[in-house]
Nanobody, 112 residues
Framework: QVRVVQSGGGLVQPGESLRVSCAVS????????VKWFRQTPGKEREWVATITADGSTDFEDSVKGRFTLSRSWPRSTGHLQMNNLKPDDTAVYYC??????WGQGTQVTVSS
């Protein structure tokens, strides 16, 4: 049974940083592609970033230069580091493993 458990997130002011994490069990994380999405009320879930098994990364244009990705396969955990956060980054963030398994979502709120 595959489990994807997210942690992190919270409330910060504009310009501050947050990290959300994604811990995976029951799946060979070493070969997994990890994707991050976000969703705001009334809108479709949108792709934010991807990190492949070999460490290649890709980012949606609005977060390039501000967000980074990392992964630790011994710990089967992926991280989305979000810097210089803006109010428009406010959303529920979701982790996706191998286009199949979703985390439960983590609220990120950026507000002064």
């Amino acid at each position: 049974q595959v489990r994807v458990v997210q942690s992190g997130g919270g409330l910060v002011q504009p310009g501050e940083s947050l990290r959300v994490s994604c811990a995976v069990s029951g799946f060979n994380f070493k070969i997994a592609t990890v994707k991050w999405f976000r969703q705001t009320p009334g809108k479709e879930r949108e792709w934010v970033a991807t990190i492949t098994a070999d460490g290649s990364t890709d980012f949606e244009d609005s977060v390039k230069g501000r967000f980074t990705l990392s992964r630790s396969w011994p710990r089967s955990t992926g991280h989305l580091q979000m810097n210089n956060l803006k109010p428009d980054d406010t959303a529920v963030y979701y982790c996706n493993i191998q286009d199949r398994y979703w985390g439960q979502g983590t609220q990120v709120t950026v507000s002064s």
